[in-house]
């Protein structure tokens, strides 16, 4: 019914930058909050950053003042710009989104296939 698809993925040198786009796609009513969260090898997923469609953004401490959230909500896209990139933030890299598919239709949270970062020299 609802598709999150990312992309922009890919390998990055330490200090570089690189963009994620997401595109939320099917039967879509209304979208609340959309975000981006990340898992490492070995590890558990986390937060990144959300954004709320009133454009509340929040982040994960160890990402702040270097990523940057941001949403077109009439085209249904999420993007997370990322700067001064650390081997730290290698993972992939997944789309999250709560959204309601009708009128009265509970808010329902969906993910993406999620997409590989990879900072390395």
């Known amino acids: 019914q609802v598709q999150l698809v990312e992309s922009g993925g890919g390998l990055v040198q330490p200090g570089g930058s690189l963009t994620l786009s997401c595109a939320a796609s099917?039967?879509?009513?209304?979208?609340?909050?959309m975000g981006w969260y990340r898992q490492a090898p070995g590890k558990q997923r986390e937060l990144v950053a959300t954004?709320?469609?009133?454009?509340?953004?929040n982040y994960a401490d160890s990402v702040k003042g270097r990523f940057t959230i941001s949403r077109d909500n009439a085209k249904k896209m999420v993007y997370l710009l990322m700067n001064s990139l650390k081997p730290e933030d290698t993972a992939v890299y997944y789309c999250?989104?709560?959204?309601?598919?009708?009128?009265?239709?509970?808010?329902?949270?969906?993910w993406g296939q999620g997409t590989q970062v990879t900072v390395s020299s």
């Open positions: 999250n989104a709560d959204v309601r598919t009708g009128w009265g239709i509970p808010w329902t949270n969906y």
């Open positions: 099917g039967r879509i009513f209304s979208i609340n909050v």
């Open positions: 954004s709320t469609s009133g454009g509340s953004t």
